[in-house]
């Protein structure tokens, strides 16, 4: 209904997919030759590229090996891609949208209050491990703890009392996202947080093919020297990128979204069957 | 060898040639970042805790535990001395590692022993076990003090707080897991 109103196309594309994105940190689970979709990300792309301007899809997706409290193998994602927009529009459109969702202006998750009325907390990487941390964002990406102090001392206390944008990520933390023009060190990405859990990632879209291939080509390469399986290059996909508008897009975790709106402490309880129950 | 992806709560793996159990664990992995792996682990003989976070790659060497039925013989300065049921082969434990289970040792009383690379880490006792009270102060009838328990002694020599009605010579029935009286056993 919110994207309808929106002018939001409804798409779907195919689940099992010849080529993912290669991404250094995140593996698709093989499938008779091709893989289940980590993301339904080119395909839709492909689409704007096509000149469906404004297109969501309510989907399954696979990632191997990801278990845990708040990860399922198999779990349902969000996407919608905006043509002629930018990740801070999307901000905006996030927070309506989480509004409309939960359609009240206070909820309560794990015990701490979370307030929904606007405006939502806005900070940067580089903000928040000055605030949160006594390292910075760099150091950490030098000494490869990044990841870890993002989960261990800056997450916990991301969207508490009200929900939080995290923006400007690292340059190298982000494959498919456009490099801020006026900074080229961080790129046009965000990532949601409600009660310490991550809810959505988003970016203004990466749409300059040659650019685009040679980040693949450096993720493959960080594949291959962890000893991860390779993809073939999604060629269709790069060669639609010439045509694709300037974009963005989002990927929003629906199951981690109901966590917080149920107040459901575990992904588990917020599905049927879990993978031990089948 | 167990990998990152292998760790899950109630897995038991060496560290520094030492068995720990992990207690808790958590897959965590944020936005576009690398996957990492959360726990808390016990040493499964001093006890300690420790909280790691592990990368995928890593290996983990299993700690390798054997529960045996054994029988207790006898007690030898400071080692209880235990049979193993099918073997008849027999085993020393020291004192340290008996923790509470010496408190409630009478001949021939079978116990799990776990060993760690031959080694008796741990000794675990029936839940329920029926001691004889060797000495407890009499009740006093019209006792005013209120006072709801007295303290006993059994035949191991454990001094626990039992009701004012259990006389010496009786036999009580002692909850292994709390230490605490449970039960008087009749006849």
């Known amino acids: 209904m919110f994207f309808q109103e929106k002018g939001y196309l409804e798409v779907e594309t195919p689940f099992r997919i010849p080529a993912p994105a290669p991404e250094a940190q995140i593996d698709a689970i093989p499938s008779d030759g091709w893989f289940l979709q980590t993301s339904p990300e080119l395909c839709m792309k492909r689409l704007l590229a096509a000149g469906y301007p404004r297109i969501f899809q309510i989907c399954r997706c696979w990632r191997a090996g990801e278990r845990g409290s708040r990860h399922l193998s198999e779990f349902t994602m969000l996407e919608w891609y905006r043509a002629e927009a930018d990740y801070r529009d999307l901000m905006d459109e996030t927070e309506e949208m989480v509004r409309a969702a939960a359609g009240i202006d206070s909820i309560t998750y ?29 150091a950490a990406l030098a000494a490869g703890t990044f990841d870890e102090v993002m989960v261990e001392a800056i997450e916990p206390r991301l969207g508490i009392g009200r929900p939080t944008f995290i923006y400007d990520y690292p340059a190298s933390c982000s494959a498919l996202a456009r490099l801020n023009a006026e900074d080229p060190s961080v790129a046009e990405r965000f990532e949601l947080y409600l009660g310490g859990l991550e809810i959505a990632n988003a970016f203004s879209e990466l749409i300059d093919p040659i650019e685009q291939r040679a980040r693949f080509v450096a993720e ?59 | ?82 049979m ?25 009383l079978q116990v799990d022993v776990l060993l760690f690379r031959e080694k008796a880490i741990g000794v675990d006792v029936p839940n329920f076990v029926n001691l004889r009270v060797v ?13 709801d328990s007295k303290p006993a002694t059994v035949e191991t020599g454990y001094v626990l707080r039992v009701p004012p009605f259990i006389e010496e010579g009786e036999l009580i029935t002692i909850d292994t897991r709390t230490g605490e009286y449970s039960t008087r056993v009749k006849g």
């Open chain 2, 1 to 82: 060898m167990y990998t990152a992806a292998d760790l899950r709560k109630g897995l038991k793996i060496t560290i520094d040639n030492e068995p720990y159990i992990i207690t808790h664990f958590d897959f965590a992995k944020p936005g576009k970042g690398q996957a990492l792996y959360r726990t808390k682990m016990k040493n499964m003989i001093t006890g300690s805790t420790l909280d790691r976070t592990y990368r995928s790659g890593e290996t983990f060497e299993p700690a390798n535990l054997e529960d045996r039925v054994m029988q207790y013989l006898y007690k030898e300065d400071d080692h209880y001395c235990f």
């Open chain 1, 220 to 278: 493959a390469a960080q594949r291959a020297s962890d000893g991860k399986q390779g993809y073939p290059m999604p060629e269709k996909f790069l060669a639609a990128l010439a045509d694709m508008p300037e974009a963005a897009g989002i990927a929003l975790g629906l199951d981690r979204l109901v966590m917080v709106l149920l107040d459901a402490g575990s992904i588990d309880d917020v599905v049927a069957f879990t993978t031990e129950e089948l």
């Open chain 1, 110 to 138: 794990r015990g701490e209050k979370i307030d929904l009325s606007l405006p939502w907390e806005r900070v940067t990487v580089r903000d928040a491990f000055l605030r949160h941390t006594d390292t910075t964002a760099e």
């Open chain 2, 135 to 147: 000495q407890t102060d009499p009740w006093v009838k019209g006792d005013t003090s209120g006072s």
């Open chain 2, 84 to 108: 193993d049921n099918t073997t008849f082969e027999q085993i020393h434990i020291s004192e340290d590692a008996m923790g509470d289970a010496k408190n409630y040792l009478i001949d021939n």
